[in-house]
């Protein structure tokens, strides 16, 4: 089940992002950062976080956003799930809640951002798997070597 995350839940989520071993300290703080902000004023900009719930525990968030200064372009932030809880179709059914809350906004597309490095492989062939397409590899992004990978989908 997905539900608007709650300040109640950020500790959590947060605790989630650390367990998948792919966030660094910074990030983490980022993302501490953006429900701060998120709970403050983003939410009355049409930002919105989903909290995944199975059996009755925490297993992740979603996170989308509509793009600043443009006319029907969304942002997919992030989609966490809990590590033992990853490959049982929680990220699909969270995509496909964006994707359907990006059409009845009239969102013309969604963008996603993610790293060339290896620990976001699965991750890379997750949005595939879904219908995103590349549409720009941006080299040396994150570190070198490290590439941003942006994908998108028309809605």
Known sequence: MLR???EDDVEEL?????A???FHPS?????QEVFDEYFYNEFEKGHRSFT??????INGFVYVAPAALTQGTWELW??????EAQGSGHGKSMVAHVEEIVRRAKGRQL????SSAAPYDATRRFYERHGYAEVARLSDYYAAGDAKVIYSKKM
């Open 4 to 6: 608007l995350t709650t």
């Open 14 to 18: 947060i605790a989630i992002c650390a």
């Open 20 to 22: 998948t071993g792919v």
């Open 27 to 31: 990030e983490l703080e980022t993302v």
């Open 52 to 57: 995944l719930i199975d059996r009755d525990r």
């Open 78 to 83: 992030w989609i966490v799930v809990r590590p």
């Open 111 to 114: 963008f996603v951002e993610t």
